[in-house]
């Protein structure tokens, strides 16, 4: 059976990869699926948190459940004895090992359920070495809060550490997405944050160790609830209107150069 010719310069189609797509979700979906990944991360960080505190309780109990204390006009209360001067670095300890495994955690299960064209191993990288870094930073402020405000000062530097850790991993996340939509990640990040300052409102009258074990779970959960909320409507949007008008690449006005000579602009 004669074979049939291909010329030469015939361009030959190549295989089509295998790959096995992840539906996209629909826009409630979204929401509940990081809502949930957030939330559950969050609860894990804080049982990390519990445990470490636990250990060290000797030394945390009487300051984070003080036996004489007064409340303030703010509603606050404040320790009387003096702070152990071991309770700092254990506080510190706990928050780093609760928010390194709740962020660690949370970038493992967003790309699982979600269709994320991240590099994980990078990512984790990043999350794990920032961390690291950022702790020495962050053991200054610890400090400064401690030498002002004592144990309450500790306290408010702790519930610091967390959001920073988390926006910080938020970011990470969102700087290694392939995708235009940095935008959209901003303003979910500040919806976020605002809606769990607002929760964490209701926590600050029960007392720092409510507030410390509570700050977590309802920060994640608020943050990448928030997120997902904001993608499902600027999806819609989008539709609506047929146009990306957040998109890293979309065009708002005209963008023209001063200078005579453009082309050096193009080199920077």
């Known amino acids: 059976m004669p074979q049939e010719f291909i010329p030469p310069d015939a361009a030959v189609p190549l295989p089509e990869p295998l790959s096995d797509p992840k539906p996209e979700q629909s826009s409630l979906a979204l929401i509940f699926i990081r809502a949930a990944i957030g939330l559950g991360s969050g609860v894990l960080g804080a049982i990390i ?5 636990l250990l060290s309780w000797n030394v945390v109990g009487d300051t984070l459940t003080p036996q004489d204390a007064i409340t303030n006009e703010f509603g606050v209360q404040q320790v009387l004895q003096p702070q152990n001067p071991l309770f700092l670095w254990f506080v510190l300890l706990a928050v780093f090992f609760g928010t390194l495994v709740a962020n660690i955690t949370h970038t493992l299960l967003v790309t699982v359920t979600e269709a994320i064209s991240f590099n994980r191993g990078t990512v984790l990288t990043h999350v794990f070495f920032g961390h690291l870094v950022l702790l020495f930073p962050v ?24 959001t920073l850790m988390v926006v910080f991993t938020y970011w990470v996340q969102q700087t290694f997405r392939k995708d235009t939509s940095a935008l959209v990640h901003l303003y979910g990040m500040v919806l976020g944050l605002i809606m769990a300052a607002l929760l964490c409102m209701l926590l600050f009258s029960a007392g720092r160790t409510v507030l410390i074990f509570g700050m977590m779970p309802l920060l994640m959960g608020a943050l990448y609830a928030s997120n997902g909320a904001v993608h499902a409507l600027y ?21 023209t150069f001063t200078d005579a000579n453009p082309a050096e602009h193009e080199t920077l």
């Open 49 to 53: 948190l519990a445990l470490v505190l």
């Open 235 to 255: 999806h819609w949007l989008t539709s609506l209107y047929g146009t990306e008008f957040l998109s890293s690449e979309s065009t708002l006005g005209a963008d």
């Open 139 to 162: 053991l200054v402020l610890y400090l400064s809060a401690s030498s002002g405000f004592s144990s309450d000062g500790v306290t408010m530097a702790a519930l610091g550490h967390m």
